[in-house]
Structures are given as structure tokens and as C-alpha cells.
């Protein structure tokens, strides 16, 4: 069966949440180290308008994408921060150029002008991935994150809608 993606329902919340606890618990590819509540999830679906996509085979999610704030305040509406996240076994099939390229139409229509990639420097794929589908390198900041008693960098990429 293909893979579906849609907007992401409250119902949705406990799956999208073993995704990302997953990689919260197991890699080094977020900096987060505070598992994500399926409640909170739930509610932010609520309340929040910003598209969250989900792909799902079958059923079961495969992972996700969205985007929020990139910074606080008026001048930094049209740039956001962006969020992909795709379980182990769903990477390289090109669900997350499917995902990314859905979340991008979805950003263009609600005047999203920058979207802003924050990736480990323990995650190398993600940072072929994003130049692969459009993002620039723009940035880097040497050891702003910290877990399991390591430092990490943030690799910053962007790419203009």
C-alpha cells in the first residue's frame, strides 16, 4: 500500500510521539532530552493552524513535519523553523522529500517567504538531505548543545519558498 500523508489529528498524538521519544531517546540528532507527552501533542493539534503532516503505510505513522517560529516577535513572521522526523526503517524511500515538498506548498500559501533547518552535527545525513532538496548551509555554532556528556554543534540551513 502507498504512503498517505495528511494533516495530523489530535488522535494521531501517541504515534507522533513514539516517533519523536525515539530519537529523543536514542540519537544525538536532537538536543532534546524531555520525551514529548502525547497530551501535549494532542492540544498543540488543537490550537495551532501551522500545517503538521503526517505520513502513514497501512496505518501506522512513519513520520512526520512542520514548522513553527523560527524567532519571537513581528519582523520574523515569514521565516520559520522547521521539523522533520521519519523512523528508522521509513528513511531513504523518499518520504521525506514527499513530506518536505508537502510542507513546503503548505508554508507558501500561508506566506512563509524562509524556511530554517537546526540540525545536530551528529546527524550528517540530515545535512546531505536538506542540500539535496534546495536548503543552503548558513550557519554554524560550535557546541551550543549538550547531551549524554557530549557537545554538539547546531548546523543551521535554509532555503527561500
Same mark, same amino acid.
Given at each position: 500500500m502507498p504512503v498517505? &500523508?495528511?494533516?495530523?489529528q489530535p488522535q494521531d498524538a501517541a504515534s507522533i510521539a513514539a &516517533?519523536?521519544?525515539?530519537? &529523543?531517546r536514542d540519537t544525538l540528532f536532537t538536543f532534546t532530552t524531555q520525551e514529548r507527552r502525547p497530551e501535549e501533542i494532542a492540544a498543540r493539534l488543537q490550537e495551532d493552524p501551522k500545517p503538521f503532516l503526517l505520513a502513514e503505510r497501512d496505518g501506522r505513522a512513519l513520520g512526520f513535519a512542520t514548522y513553527g517560529a523560527f524567532r519571537s516577535g513581528p519582523g520574523y513572521r515569514h521565516t520559520q523553523e522547521h521539523s522533520i522526523q521519519l523512523l528508522p526503517e521509513a528513511q531513504g524511500q523518499g518520504l521525506g522529500r514527499a513530506l518536505m515538498a508537502q510542507l513546503e506548498e503548505a508554508a507558501r500559501a500561508r506566506e512563509v517567504h524562509m524556511l530554517v533547518a537546526g540540525i545536530s552535527s551528529a546527524n550528517p545525513k540530515a545535512v546531505g538531505f536538506h542540500s539535496a532538496i534546495g536548503f543552503t548551509r548558513t550557519g554554524?555554532?560550535?557546541q551550543v548543545g549538550h547531551k549524554w556528556g557530549q557537545w554538539l554543534d547546531l548546523i543551521l540551513m535554509q532555503k527561500q519558498l
Open positions: 498517505q &500523508i495528511r494533516q495530523a &516517533i519523536a521519544n525515539t530519537l &529523543i554554524l555554532m560550535p
